[in-house]
């Protein structure tokens, strides 16, 4: 006899039980027999009648590969630059990975990046044994030269993206401005004029202020006509 | 290592703090001359003779006041004791490791401490039951547990409340020397109220009350113990960089003007005790 | 436990000193994300006592070496503020007392934790007791188990704990400082609230083996009381959820 033991919108704690029988349940949790339970502390959404997704409210970003991901360089190394992107793991770029092809001669890394910088990189290799490794060989890939740096919870940013891009399109349009999305939750806003990327900030943040949001296109249309002169 | 994650501030960030306080402003919004708000909570600690935690925007500050009897300081016999002791423990930032106090948890303690002592905040004669062999010892132990910047003043101000809250058993003192406890209590002698002002120097602009981003962008710090009649009873210059006499004195006049309403905080709870 | 004067914990009726019977609790209250810098918290008052935990994590291993290849590596570290006690003020540097503590703390909280999911980073549990009046430990215990939770750590259950002592010969549950110092014995218990498990277990004094089950399924019901104040500790902190943005 299925039984679900949330209401849609409840926060439930580790170990709690979330339903039994068969369903069908997105996000951290536990299986035991055919009861469910959290697994870290999250919001309960009954998206059907046998689907639960559950959000956690807090998680850490876990580096993945292909991830673009908006780093800061923390320290400089002999070959190598190590970069903080927002996880408890922290990330090595190699100078090969920087230099096309081996410099015969020595190169002072600092020059390249140096400590505080803030740059756009592609996540090579995480295998949780050794540090994520990082390039910037790709095209659109190297220091942030200009634009505000917006902090979101890492979990939230496929909102500021949409589905197919809407929400990230949208928020392009209306503003003026490019977005660096980074999957580790640091989002680079780059607009004509520091008031377009201030209130494009502002509304990314407050874009992912909740744990939940159903529509979140939605959810920006309606931020961007609470502001005096709605954008643009 | 990891703790650099938490002192590197990003390029892009810095350069906007900069350039924002050229212009007068700062990115929390605040004016150079304006502190955070402040909220100070007596008694937090019943085990503690005289216990305060401090708001100062985000960094909190929890101060306890324990007294005991015992010996005075062999090279002051007519004096109470006082003890300022300080600890920048983990729980309160990633920044701070456990272990034995550094040299940041010595120095707030003891600039603190000179603070307290050259105001004169407490009246040690006044703790004194029989000259050279029972007086009263006051320890004063500071503990931030939200570091957001500015950790000197907010530890000053819980300092000065949590001695302001504490209570001593009354003892009366025989033809004998001997010590009979009352059932009741009473305040600590005080005698001023100091308090604390940090100012950051940030390219050529001092801004007061610096919030933990701006200290991690600031050329150096200067903070001023100021006593209720405007003195200074203590001062302290931290910072990798230096100032001029010229910013010197406009920190202090900066200092001067803030003291009063900051004063006024310590006074109300004072009053309402 | 001293021997030195008899204190009579329990009055004729059968009360204890501060009114309670010997089966009730003292009122406790938890709240859930005090701190900002910190990435989960709690703060506890039980009784009188008064604790606050901190919890850094995961995140990077401090020193590097420390660090396990498979898993989190947890650390805990309970400390009594110089203040907290009633007597002199307690030096700063940590007791034997206190390691003693943080390594059951550790040990109480470890079972519950899916220490696999992040392998080579750490999670740091700090625990400050700002006001102490005895059963310090589990207080600290199930106001930690919240911390961890608030700062997303995965965990198998919540962990909450409670004292069971003897007061004149009879079992009583969650001791006071004035009955662990002057009864006749303490057994601080935790459990895993859902799973029935006990992961913090000591005892001083002498008590009879009948007692141990007795005193285990006392501090099973107390459990579940104090999971029901952990969890609407850490729900009222975040119910300000809403499922459309206004």
Redesign the interface.
């Known amino acids: 006899m299925p039984s679900l033991h949330v209401s849609s919108g409840q926060i439930v704690v580790p170990g709690e039980l979330v339903a039994e029988g068969s369903y069908e349940v997105s996000g951290p949790h536990m299986v035991s027999g055919k009861k469910y339970y959290a697994k870290v502390l999250s919001v309960a959404i009954v998206e059907k009648p046998r689907k639960i997704r559950l959000i956690p409210l807090k998680r850490s970003y876990i580096p993945s590969e292909g991830d673009l991901v908006v780093g800061k360089v923390i320290d400089v190394g002999p070959t190598f630059w190590l970069v903080d992107i927002n996880s408890p793991y922290t990330a090595i770029l190699q100078a090969s990975e920087v230099f096309p092809r081996p410099s015969p001669t020595a190169r002072d890394l600092t020059e390249i990046f140096h400590v505080g910088d803030i740059i756009i990189a592609k996540v090579l290799l995480f295998d949780f044994l050794h540090d994520p490794l990082l390039t910037v060989k790709e095209s659109k890939l190297g220091k942030m030269e200009k634009g505000l740096l917006v902090e979101v919870p890492p979990t939230r940013v496929s909102r500021v993206i949409g589905k197919k891009g809407q929400v990230a399109d949208y928020l392009k349009e209306t503003f003026g401005v490019e977005l660096i999305i980074g999957r580790n939750g640091r989002i680079v806003v780059i607009g004509r004029e520091t008031d377009h990327e201030a209130v494009a900030a502002y509304v990314i943040k407050r874009l992912c202020a909740e744990p939940y949001i159903e529509d979140p296109l939605e959810a920006a249309k309606k931020l961007v006509s609470a502001f005096p002169g709605g954008g643009g | 290592?990891?703790?650099?994650?938490y002192t590197?501030?990003?390029?892009?960030?810095?350069e906007a703090i900069r350039s924002m306080i050229k212009r007068g402003e700062r990115v929390d919004g605040r004016k150079p001359e304006e502190f955070r708000e402040i909220s100070i909570e007596v008694g937090?600690?019943?085990?503690?003779?005289g216990?305060a935690r401090v708001s100062l925007g985000?960094t909190?500050v929890?101060a306890?006041?324990?007294a005991?009897l015992g010996q005075p300081f062999p090279d002051s016999p007519n004096a109470g004791v006082q003890v300022v002791?300080a600890?920048l423990?983990?729980?309160?930032?990633?920044i701070f490791?456990?272990g034995?106090?550094d040299e940041n948890d010595i120095e707030l303690a003891r600039v603190i401490d000179r603070g307290l002592r050259s105001a004169p905040a407490l009246k040690l004669e006044e703790l004194v039951l029989v000259p050279g062999k029972q007086v009263w010892r006051i320890?004063v132990?500071i503990?931030p547990?939200?570091?957001?910047g500015n950790i000197i003043d907010a530890s000053g101000l819980a300092a000065m409340a949590a001695l302001l809250n504490a209570k001593i058993p009354k003892y009366t003192v025989t033809a004998e020397s001997a010590l009979l406890k009352s059932e009741e209590k009473t305040r600590l002698p005080i005698t001023d109220i100091p308090v604390f002002v940090t100012l950051a120097k940030i390219g050529d602009a001092i801004v007061i009350d610096p919030s933990y981003e701006e200290e991690l962008v600031m050329d150096a710090r200067i903070t001023f113990a100021l006593t209720k009649d405007g003195h200074v009873c203590a001062i302290q210059k931290g910072g990798r960089g230096g100032f001029t006499l010229e910013e010197l004195t406009r920190a202090l006049e900066m200092a001067q003007d803030a003291a009063p309403k900051i004063r006024t905080k310590l006074e109300s709870v004072q009053g309402s005790l | 436990m001293t021997e030195k004067v008899k204190v009579k914990l329990l009055t004729d009726d059968g009360k204890r000193l501060d009114g309670r019977a010997l089966n009730e609790l003292r009122p406790f209250r938890i709240e859930a994300g005090v701190l900002k810098n910190a990435d989960g918290s709690a703060y506890i008052e039980w009784g009188r006592n008064k604790i606050i935990v901190a919890v850094y994590g995961p995140r990077e291993v401090h020193p590097r070496h420390e660090a396990l290849p498979d898993r989190m590596l947890l650390r805990c570290r309970y400390s009594m503020l110089p203040f907290s006690v009633v007597e002199e003020r307690k030096s700063p540097s940590p007791t034997r007392r206190e390691i003693e503590i943080s390594k059951v703390i550790r040990e109480a909280l470890e079972p519950a934790i899916f220490l696999e999911e992040y392998p080579r980073t750490s999670v740091d549990v700090f625990i400050e007791v700002i006001e102490a009046d005895g059963s310090t430990r589990v207080a600290s215990i199930t106001a930690a188990a919240v911390a961890l939770a608030d700062a997303g750590i995965p965990m198998r259950d919540l962990v909450a704990g409670v004292s069971i002592g003897k007061i004149e010969g009879k079992l009583a549950i969650d001791l006071n400082g004035l009955e662990d110092q002057h009864g006749e014995g303490d057994m601080p218990i935790a459990m895993m609230p859902r799973l029935r498990e006990v992961t913090l277990l000591q005892a001083d004094g002498r008590f009879a083996p009948e007692e141990i089950i007795q005193a285990l399924d006392m501090a099973r019901e107390a459990v579940l009381k104090l999971y029901e104040e952990q969890r609407r500790a850490l729900k009222e902190k975040y119910s300000k959820v809403s499922l459309e943005y206004e």
């Open positions: 290592m990891s703790e650099r994650v590197v501030i990003p390029a892009p960030r810095r937090v600690a019943g085990n503690a003779e216990s985000h909190k929890i306890g006041v324990k005991s002791h600890e423990i983990p729980l309160a930032s990633p490791e456990p034995p106090p320890f132990d503990y547990i939200d570091h957001d």
